[in-house]
DNA sequence: AGGTAGATGTTACAACATAACATGTCAAGC
DNA sequence: GCTTGACATGTTATGTTGTAACATCTACCT
C-alpha cells in the first residue's frame, strides 16, 4: 500500500469528515468515554480544516455556526481529544490537528510545510527505531517523542522550485 | 569517544561557560557578527543555568544582576543566537536552551528530562538519516526538523524506578 | 561632523493558556 | 420521583509568551 500522508486535492472531504468521527465515536464508546456535543465540535472543526489549527481559531470557526465557546472549554475538549489520541498537538505551531489514524499506537510524526500550512502524520518505524537506539545510548526512558518537521510538500516545491 | 549528552554533577561549570562565551565569541568574530553586551549577557545566563529556560526565567535572572531588559530585547538577543546556531529554542517548553556544539553543523536532536528538568542534545547521524529517507518518500524537501524526546535521564529512572 | 546601519529602549498590545469557582447534566441507587 | 455523586461546561479573571510600532542610541565610515 502506498500512502498518501499528503492528502489530495480532491479526495471526499465530507467522507473524510466522517470516517473521523465515526472512528471517534467507536473509539470513545469502547473505552467508556463520552464524546460530548463540545468534544465533537472541536473535533469536526479540525477534520473540518483538515490542518493545523490553533485553539483561538477552532473558537472562531465554531462561533460561526452557533454559540462561541470559551477558550477554556476547548482547550478543555482538546485535552481529552489529546488523551483519546483523537488530535495532535504541533508544537512548534501552538496548534492542533485531528489524527489521521486514530486508534493505531503511534508515535507519530509530522511533516510541516511551510508554504501551504499543510500537516502531514506519518509513522515511520525507522524514525522510532533510531530515536530509540539514540536514546538507549544515554540511558533515557522514552515517554513522548515529538517529531516535527518543517519544509516543503511535493506540490509546494514544485509551484517553487 | 564516548559522549556524555547529560552533564555530569560536579563538571567544572566556570570553565564550561567560559568556554561556551570564547566559542561563541570566535564564531561571531569569524562572521563579522557583532555578539554585544547584551546578546553576550543573554547567553552566559542560558550557559550558567545549564538548561532550558523561559526567555522571561531569563529576564528574572538578568535582573538580579543589574538593569531589567524589556522582553522584546531578550527576544531580539535569543532571535540572533538561535540565527548563530548558539542557542536552540525548545519548541515543547517555550524555552531556550545554549548549544552544546556551537559551530558544529546540526540538526539538533532533544532529550528532556521529565525529572530533572535536564536537557540533553544530541546529534545522532542515524535519526536525522530516518527523518531524511522518510521525508523523501513523501517527496517532502526537509528545512528545519524539530526533534524533542520528553522522558527520563538514566539518574532519574534510578531514583525513582 | 554628519550620515547610516544596526542595536536597544519604551510602550502598548496580541496570542496562547489556565486558575478558581459556579452551574449544569445525566445516570445509579434509594 | 428524588437525591447524590461524578463529570462536563460556563463565567470571570488573570497569567504567560511573544510582537508591533516607533523613538533613541551607538559605532563606524566617509
Known amino acids: ?18 470516517a473521523g468521527l465515526d472512528a471517534a ?8 468515554e463520552r464524546l460530548t456535543v463540545l ?18 481559531e477552532i473558537i472562531e470557526r465554531m462561533a460561526e455556526r452557533g454559540r462561541r465557546p470559551a477558550a477554556i472549554s476547548v482547550y478543555r475538549a482538546l ?5 483519546q489520541g483523537l488530535v495532535h498537538r504541533i508544537e512548534r505551531a501552538n ?11 503511534h508515535g507519530p510524526q509530522f511533516l510541516v510545510c511551510e508554504g501551504c500550512g499543510t500537516v502531514a502524520e506519518i509513522a515511520d ?21 515529538v517529531i516535527e518537521v518543517a519544509g516543503r510538500c511535493a506540490s509546494c516545491a514544485e509551484a517553487r522550485p
Open 95 to 105: 496548534a492542533f490537528i485531528a489524527c489521521a489514524h486514530p486508534g493505531a499506537r
Open 1 to 18: 500500500m502506498t500512502t498518501h500522508a499528503f492528502p489530495s486535492d480532491a479526495h471526499d472531504h465530507a467522507a473524510c469528515i466522517a
Open 39 to 56: 468534544r465533537r465540535q472541536v473535533l469536526e472543526t479540525l477534520l473540518s480544516g483538515h490542518r493545523a489549527m490553533g485553539a483561538y
Open 79 to 83: 485535552d481529552f481529544l489529546q488523551a
Open 125 to 145: 518505524r525507522g524514525v522510532m527505531a533510531a530515536i530509540g537506539k539514540a536514546a538507549r545510548e544515554e540511558g533515557f526512558e522514552i515517554h513522548d517523542p
Open 25 to 32: 465515536e467507536a473509539l470513545c464508546a469502547g473505552r467508556g
